[in-house]
């Protein structure tokens, strides 16, 4: 049966990138995406700004949202401080068993624990599964109608902390208008847009950053 394109971005990854080497990775699938199959990577431009982002919150604690192949837990994992690990969630099992592979390829998987299932069902369970009381920074990129809901849960789960980062993508395209309007409008946090584009398109998107007041 045909293969599908996470597995062809991973063969592109084995065949391009040099095993051990995360810039590589990222490279690579960036190279595929604007080469061969467009995909649904935060990609390079995107990327440098959640590479800023990462780099000035310096996190101890670290959640992402959707994994889908790992570029972006690539990305994060390879700035991580030495003993600093990232739990990243993926709803996707097919997704995930890509993303598990990625990651290892760059040599970052002592840094990464993926989970597989629903940000619903998991950010509850977070604090007595994995030990975490607060989360320095929270990248959030998966289902844009969980964003809002998720966010809550937060707050509700008492996972945020007076200073704690959130860094949502796709705000425009395919776009979070509730997410946006709560963020922007809640006194509990102080929000910045950062315009950039789709990655590896034209088309207008940009990542939204909020600090939780507490
Ligand atoms: O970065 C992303 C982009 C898109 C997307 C898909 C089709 C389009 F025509 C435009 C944008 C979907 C995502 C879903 C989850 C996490 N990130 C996404
Ligand atoms: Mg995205």
Request: charged letters at 25%; a neutral charge; one cysteine or more.
């Amino acid at each position: 049966t045909r293969s599908t394109r996470p597995q062809r971005m991973l063969k592109a990854v084995q065949k391009n990138a040099t095993k051990g080497n995360p810039q590589s990775v990222i490279s690579a699938i960036d190279y595929f995406c604007k080469n061969s199959e467009w995909a649904m990577n935060v990609g390079d431009e995107k990327g440098s700004i959640l590479d800023s982002v990462v780099t000035e919150v310096n996190p101890s604690t670290v959640l992402e949202l959707g994994t889908y192949c790992g570029y972006s837990t690539v990305r994060i994992a390879r700035l991580l401080s030495p003993g600093t690990k990232l739990i990243t969630l993926e709803f996707n099992p097919a997704y995930a068993a890509v993303a598990r592979q990625i990651i290892a390829y760059a040599g970052l998987q002592d840094k990464v624990t993926l989970v597989e299932g629903s940000s619903g069902e998991w950010i509850p369970q977070i604090k007595e599964r994995f030990g975490i009381t607060t989360f320095d920074f929270i990248f959030l990129d998966h289902w844009k109608d969980q964003y809002l809901p998720d966010i809550k849960l937060f707050e509700e789960c008492g996972l945020l902390r007076k200073g704690s980062v959130l860094l949502a993508d796709n705000v425009i395209c395919p776009g979070a208008p509730d997410y946006l309007e709560y963020v922007r409008n809640s006194p509990r946090y102080e929000s910045r847009y950062y315009p950039a584009h789709l990655e590896y398109t034209k088309l207008e998107d940009g990542l939204e950053k909020s600090v939780f007041l507490g």
